[in-house]
Nanobody, 121 residues
Framework: QVQLVESGGALVQPGGSLRLSCAASGSILRINDMAWYRQAPGKQRELVATITPGGATQYSDSVKGRFTISRDNAKNTVYLQMNSLKPDDTDVYSC???????????????WGQGTQVTVSS
């Protein structure tokens, strides 16, 4: 099995900061790209940021300059540092990992259950 577990979601005031973490565990040979998504009730899932194994990153326009994605390959963990938070950032944030498992000759994208981020005064 492969599991991804997010943590760090909380209620914060506008302008505040949070750091989300997502740790992957299981029979993992290699993790390629990892990413953060977010989704509010009744809205489509939005890609927030992606990161390659080597650290190359991409961001959605809505979070550029405010959010930073990073990863610790030794810990199979991806992070999302969120600064200057806005009420519109209120969403469930989920991580994904493109995983190659031991003994399985193809890649599969796994998802975490999500962590709630609420930005409100």
């Amino acid at each position: 099995q492969v599991q991804l577990v997010e943590s760090g979601g909380a209620l914060v005031q506008p302008g505040g900061s949070l750091r989300l973490s997502c740790a992957a565990s299981g029979s993992i040979l290699r993790i390629n790209d990892m990413a953060w998504y977010r989704q509010a009730p009744g809205k489509q899932r939005e890609l927030v940021a992606t990161i390659t194994p080597g650290g190359a990153t991409q961001y959605s326009d809505s979070v550029k300059g405010r959010f930073t994605i990073s990863r610790d390959n030794a810990k199979n963990t991806v992070y999302l540092q969120m600064n200057s938070l806005k009420p519109d950032d209120t969403d469930v944030y989920s991580c994904s990992a493109d995983v190659i498992r031991l003994g399985i000759p193809y890649q599969y994208r796994y998802w975490g259950q999500g962590t709630q981020v609420t930005v409100s005064s």
